[in-house]
């Protein structure tokens, strides 16, 4: 997943989305979608929630959180259009493709972690494909060793997971790491791709896919020890962020997570 640094504009707007997402409570489904095009932060987005937030006191609650990063940006004040839908059915997805990495954080590769904890550059993003390809803030000139780049552009919009609720695809991406977290040290693999579905295929299994290039076991054994393990009972896997602030994601990205857990550790064997 690409990493976001929290005090760049491109995390600015991620952390307004998650604000504005706690605020509708992630007992509804929504999806929230911020957009800084200079002067407004036009919010949009769908909420199966009722009731109206009140958006400016919403605003000024952010503003005074997040105060000294706003200021950075030369906003003295946070304007907000809003155009989000209330009381609107979302349509849950139930198919999710993730890259995985045996480390404490899957989402994010080490060699990611440590390149983000070591460079001084003016990052806004940051992702590892083959290489590690960097958003530079556009005030960066400090380019000659670097290969893989761009420049943050003008308008800069919220990306998942962040602004969207646990039912949007948030709960398949917490428990994809889960399964992660217990499997690297059995398959002898160091990454994998991974396709969480809650589909029922024509074998009535979960219709989950599979690819670790590294492992010596095939691909369909690691499938099958999933599927042995693992009951993708989402719906049960949801009390473990009774009390956890998502914002997390993004300021605290590769700190220990409650759902980095091994409660199943002891039936992860590969005969």
């Known amino acids: 997943m690409r990493y976001i640094n929290p005090t760049s504009n491109r995390g600015l707007v991620n952390l307004l989305a998650d604000f504005i997402l706690s605020k ?4 509804y489904d ?13 919010v949009n987005g769908i909420t199966s929630r009722k009731d109206y937030l009140d958006m400016p006191k919403v605003q000024e609650e952010f503003a005074e959180k997040h ?47 440590d390149f983000v904890e070591s460079t001084d550059l003016n990052l806004c993003s940051a992702q590892e494909m083959d290489n590690i390809y960097l958003e530079l803030d556009y005030s960066e000139n400090n380019t000659s060793n670097l290969n893989y780049f761009t420049y943050s552009p003008m308008t800069v919009t919220s990306e998942f997971p962040y602004g969207h609720s646990l039912n949007m695809g948030r709960l398949h991406m917490y428990y994809s790491e889960y399964i992660a977290n217990h499997i690297f040290t059995t398959i002898s693999s160091n990454k994998i791709e ?4 809650t589909k029922i295929n024509q074998n009535d299994d979960f219709d989950i896919e599979v690819y670790s290039p590294n492992s010596p076991y095939p691909n369909k054994t690691i499938k099958s020890l999933i599927l042995d393990v693992f009951n993708f009972d989402l719906t049960d896997f949801q009390f473990l962020f009774v009390n956890y602030d998502v914002s997390k994601d993004l300021t605290e990205p590769f700190e220990k997570k409650p759902w980095l857990v091994k409660d199943r550790i002891e039936d992860v064997i590969i005969f």
């Open 24 to 27: 509708l409570t992630l007992d």
């Open 67 to 113: 105060k000294e990063l706003i200021t950075k940006f030369g906003y003295e004040q946070i304007n907000v259009i809003d155009i989000v839908m209330y009381d609107t059915e979302l349509e849950h997805k139930n198919e999710y493709w993730f890259t995985l990495h045996n480390t404490e954080r899957p989402l994010y590769s080490n060699k990611l972690k």
């Open 194 to 197: 991974f396709k969480i579905s």
């Open 30 to 42: 929504s999806v929230i979608e911020v957009t800084d095009c200079g002067k407004f932060f036009v």
